[in-house]
């Protein structure tokens, strides 16, 4: 008995994670975040028809924080080919306003007037703990990374993140109409450029490395701030 226990195990270990049964379809699930003392909300679609090892899609919501809207928003393209979807709830309460989600949580002001919040309560840490949950944890995934996409809000959270806290797991990533952008500039103070973050310029280097789409509306001409 126990022998065969123990061949049990040592098969489970040769093949990696069992994937778990979570069901299909729309769903929700927690993660733990020790640096908030809370857990994060991520709304997922499972398809049917999904593989385990095509790279998940994490889609990141504007500032409405509707993670559901987002997520069922990418429902048709995930039943077509097959991925997981991950949206996590970047919530009002642990990342409120413009400082907490799409700036990052860098700093307790838009200013980079105080040193930088520990990098582990920052926004950006977020997706790649996702990821690593989804993976190692529940085992949803056996992808070696994932793709994102971001919109409005989530688009200046997208590509700050790629700079600020990059992400070896991020293979692509779609920003899509972002209102504004901080430009890959040390010159520049934060948040319309990296002074001030102190910034490694080997994050900038491994930034312009990540493939990258930037999505933008042919209509989205307006310059005024209204």
Known sequence: MF????????????VGPVLHALPTGRGVFEMHS????????????????????????????????????????????ADEFGFLVLTPLF????????????????????????????????????????????????????????MAFGHSAG????????????DPHLLLAIPSNAGWYTLPDPDVSWPYGYKGTALPEKNLAAMLNIPTVVLLGDEDTRTDSN
């Open 34 to 77: 020790p640096a908030h003392q809370r857990n994060i909300e991520i709304h997922y679609y499972l398809p049917e028809n999904y593989s385990p090892s095509t790279p998940p899609v994490m889609v990141f919501h504007g500032m409405k924080r509707n993670a559901d809207f987002y997520r069922d928003s990418w429902i048709d393209l």
């Open 155 to 166: 688009s200046q959270f997208l590509h700050r993140l790629m700079a600020l806290h990059p």
């Open 3 to 14: 022998l065969s226990r123990l061949l049990i195990l040592i098969s489970l270990w040769l």
């Open 91 to 146: 919530s009002e309460e642990l990342f409120p306003g413009t400082t907490g989600y799409n700036l990052g949580n860098l700093f307790t002001s838009e200013e980079p007037i105080a040193p930088p919040t520990p990098a582990a309560t920052w926004s950006y840490a977020v997706p790649q703990a996702v990821f690593l949950h989804a993976r190692n944890v529940l085992g949803l995934t056996t992808a070696a990374g994932y």
